[in-house]
């Protein structure tokens, strides 16, 4: 199994088929191989053969703050979340709110919330200071 799958377990069902188990949200997914069960989890994840993710980045399409904060959900806080197989981008900044979207192994998961509101809000915060992160809503795709 590849590196870039974070979370995933690849097992043989007693079908001799294999299942694919993105363990944090609970993701399912079968094939007739191995690799076939590793080729659905990355699709299932919006995962690439070279193991980005499929979900363009957001930052170019911000300015000012609202690209610093784009930025840093790019980089420290989506490598945080790529143990789990996911991603952060920035939709929207308007008078302190974030609008951000969770993805990859984070989207459905039932933690993502949690994660959102009690991680990536006190890490915009401490970086950014709540003057300028008043508060983030989650953006639904």
């Not at 659905?40 to 070279?50: H, K, T, V």
């Amino acid at each position: 199994m590849s590196v870039d799958l974070q979370s995933v377990v690849i097992s043989r069902t007693s079908g001799d088929r294999w299942v694919a188990h993105h363990v944090p949200s609970g993701r399912k997914v079968e094939g007739e191989t191995m690799e076939a069960a590793e080729q659905a989890m990355r699709e299932a994840l919006g995962i690439n053969q070279d193991g980005r993710f499929e979900e363009p980045q957001t930052s170019n399409r911000f300015g000012g703050i609202a690209q610093a904060i784009a930025l840093f959900l790019e980089g420290p806080v989506s490598e945080a979340l790529s143990f789990h197989s996911g991603f952060a981008r920035l939709d929207a900044f308007e008078a302190g709110v974030a609008h951000i979207r969770l993805g990859g192994g984070c989207q459905g998961c039932p933690s993502s919330q949690i994660t959102l509101f009690n991680g990536v809000r006190n890490q915009l915060q401490q970086r950014f200071g709540e003057d300028t992160i008043v508060d983030i809503v989650p953006s639904m795709e």
